[in-house]
């Protein structure tokens, strides 16, 4: 009994030093989560103004737009993937979900490259025998547009080189603290998605404003496409950072919860056993003092 009483103290001390630790994990997820949550929802508007600029060159070329990033490859065999995961765990299922999605996108796409921003993905494909051309590491904490040129720029470079058909984006779309959504979504080409919205659009906007370019629109579609390029893998970034860290405070609020109950059971069981250690004690006494009388 006086064993077990010595092994539940261990245990009641281990777990009680644990959920510490899993409070303030909690604690600066959800610093870090607020942080850029705002940071994603500030973008957001950034990222549909981006889009209406596109479609106002669009419209102002009459629709005849030829771009190599707004027209597919045909010749090409293989597809490129961009993944957005964690550098770490103790996120719940945000990394699983993710990397779930894209394995089940790739299975779809066929031939494919990968590029992954986070080093759970870069893991989890490489066991997966798909090859990786490209990671990243240590975005999700302090995302800056710098840290996405050199991400956006070789994904343009390799899709302008005509290696890829297509480029897609696996990453996590932030819904609110309690829920996100792993989603997939073309990059490029740009041109499917920019003549639907073009033509969903045109004949509301097509008296409402006049626009003027310089030197032609030409010119500044070929110096703005690679900026959207820039501005959509940006978004997604803030997306999935936010995710990670809405998904980490409620994986380390539920491990605090958890610990919490098991403190409380153990600390029941530590003192049933002390009370029968109690009563035994009182018991062998009494039966000391009747024998001695």
Do not use: C
Not at 122 to 128: E, F, G, I, Q, T
Not at 142 to 161: H, R
Not at 201 to 223: H, I
């Amino acid at each position: 009994m006086a064993a077990n009483a010595k092994i539940l103290k261990r245990r009641i001390k281990s777990v009680g030093n644990t959920r510490k630790i899993t409070k303030a994990m909690e604690m600066v997820a959800a610093s870090k989560m607020r942080r850029i949550v705002g940071l994603t929802l500030k973008a957001r508007p950034y990222a549909e103004l981006s889009w209406d600029a596109i479609k106002a060159v669009f419209q102002a070329l009459g629709g005849g737009v030829s771009h190599p990033l707004l027209e597919p490859v045909e010749n090409a065999e293989k597809s490129l993937v961009l993944l957005f995961t964690s550098d770490r765990g103790l996120a719940g299922s945000f990394n699983s979900n993710v990397i779930k999605k894209a394995l089940s996108k790739i299975s779809e796409l066929g031939q494919v490259d990968a590029i992954t921003i986070g080093g759970r993905g870069a893991l989890a494909l490489a066991r997966k025998k798909i090859s990786v051309i490209a990671s990243f590491e240590g975005f999700a904490n302090e995302p800056k547009y710098s840290d996405i040129v050199p991400v956006a720029s070789l994904i343009t470079e390799k899709y302008l080189s005509k290696e890829y058909k297509t480029v897609v984006i696996v990453y996590t779309e932030f819904i609110s603290a309690l829920k996100q959504n792993a989603v997939s979504t073309e990059l490029l080409p740009l041109g499917r998605d920019l003549v639907t919205k073009n033509s969903e659009s045109t004949e509301k906007n097509s008296d409402k404003a006049l626009y003027e370019f310089e030197p032609n629109p030409e010119r500044v579609l070929d110096s703005i496409l690679p900026k959207l390029v820039e501005t959509m893998i940006y978004q997604k970034m803030l997306e999935s950072a936010a995710s990670e860290h809405s998904a980490r405070m409620m994986a380390m609020r539920n491990a605090t919860d958890a610990a919490g109950d098991m403190l409380s059971d153990l600390k029941f069981t530590y003192n049933q056993i002390r009370q029968a250690g109690i009563t035994q004690e009182i018991a062998e006494i009494s039966s000391g003092a009747a024998a001695v009388e």
